[in-house]
Nanobody, 123 residues
Framework: VQLQASGGGLVQAGGSLSLSCAAS????????MGWFRQAPGKEREFVAG????????NYRGDVKGRFTISGDNGKKMVYLQMTNLRLEDTAVYYC?????????????????WGQGTLVTVSS
């Protein structure tokens, strides 16, 4: 399984940015896809996830109402629309895949990682 992330960049606080992730290979091996992020000096943390079979989504608390995860199950694409970005959203964002949505709660349970893409929010 390969995960290819794209998007990211530099944006001012209050602005918007979108990330995309394309999965290829044996995509039947996982049902959950989502995003983590890691800021300098901090641990990698869950941001948002989607479970394909049930169509459920999950978010960390401080991005609820600002970030929206969506996807195309047929194409195994997942998107993260980020709005009202804050300085504290600055991080490297990683696409992730796991057997099920609940596994995305812990980075140790993630089976597949994409390369990181940097999101920088400036004041």
């Amino acid at each position: 399984v390969q995960l290819q992330a794209s998007g990211g960049g530099l944006v001012q606080a209050g602005g918007s940015l979108s990330l995309s992730c394309a999965a290829s290979g044996r995509t039947s091996r996982f049902d959950g896809m989502g995003w983590f992020r890691q800021a300098p000096g901090k641990e990698r943390e869950f941001v948002a996830g989607i479970g394909w079979s049930a169509g459920l989504t999950n978010y960390r608390g401080d991005v609820k109402g600002r970030f929206t995860i969506s996807g195309d199950n047929g194409k195994k694409m997942v998107y993260l629309q980020m709005t009202n970005l804050r300085l504290e959203d600055t991080a490297v964002y990683y696409c992730a895949a796991a057997p099920q949505l609940s596994d995305l709660a812990n980075p140790n349970w993630v089976h597949y990682w994409g390369q990181g893409t940097l999101v920088t929010v400036s004041s």
